[in-house]
């Protein structure tokens, strides 16, 4: 099956700079990468998807770039702010027209120092 | 358009007991998946159901676990029998049915099963 592995497991920045948090994946055949943020005690939010036929996408301070060579794809948060602090989690999915589940890498815990 | 909505948020069971979790998705969503995640660690894939149907459910344990989603009414996951080692966060997501490709998932809040 798929496997997930997503770098570095904690992160701290200070406020205005950036973060870029990468993973890596397995298998070929995935073709869906979204990311979601998770805040304590709250359910992952979808912050950004890309799909395989696309290398980057873009949405304010958050883009995402995928290598599909390389089998990697990295989020990029630009000046960053205390409430981008949450878990960041990564995901890859071999998609069928049907659903199909997600594979997660094991989360980014970021800090935004003020 | 109302989330996904999951109860109870929070759930303490002694070991032996029954655990019910709820899942309710987001209007005009017709697939469901569960996931389970660890303390500190990401989601692991339990099962995916459409209505009345269980499509995948190659991430649920064989025993002791189970889950549906009736024709009407929200998704259940069950557990019976738990063991401290079903502590954890369980999380459900839904998804579209209409569409090319890889739905979206989106999840609900949670609910924090505590085995005593």
């Known amino acids: 099956g798929e496997n997930v592995e997503q770098h570095p497991s904690t992160l701290s920045v200070q406020e205005g700079d950036s973060a870029v948090i990468k993973c890596t994946y397995s298998?070929?055949?995935?073709?869906?990468f979204p990311w979601y943020k998770q805040e304590l005690g709250k359910g992952p939010q979808l912050i950004i998807d890309?799909?395989?036929?696309?290398g980057e996408k873009k949405d304010q301070r958050i883009a995402v770039t995928l290598n599909k060579t390389a089998k990697h794809f990295s989020l990029h948060i630009t000046e960053t702010q205390p409430e981008d602090s949450a878990v960041y989690f990564c995901?890859?999915?071999?998609?069928?027209?049907?659903?199909?589940?997600?594979?997660f890498g094991t989360g980014t815990s970021l800090t935004v120092i003020p | 358009n109302a989330g996904v909505m999951q109860n109870p948020r929070h759930l303490v069971r002694r070991r032996g007991q029954e655990a019910r979790l709820r899942c309710s998705p987001m209007?005009?969503?017709?697939?469901v998946y569960w996931y389970r995640q660890l303390p500190e660690e990401g989601l692991k894939f339990m099962v995916y159901?459409?209505?009345?149907?269980?499509?995948?459910e190659s991430g649920m344990p064989k025993e002791r676990f189970s889950a549906e989603f009736p024709k009407e009414g929200p998704s259940i996951l069950r557990i019976q029998q738990v063991v401290r080692g079903d502590s954890a966060a369980y999380f459900c997501?839904?998804?579209?049915?209409?569409?090319?490709?890889?739905?979206?998932?989106?999840f609900g809040p949670g609910t924090r099963l505590l085995v005593l």
């Open positions: 298998d070929s055949a995935s073709n869906y």
């Open positions: 997501a839904s998804s579209p049915e209409k569409g090319r490709g890889v739905k979206t998932q989106y």
């Open positions: 890309i799909r395989s036929n696309v």
């Open positions: 995901a890859a999915s071999i998609g069928t027209n049907t659903g199909n589940q997600f594979y």
């Open positions: 209007k005009g969503h017709s697939h």
């Open positions: 159901l459409q209505k009345e149907n269980i499509i995948d």
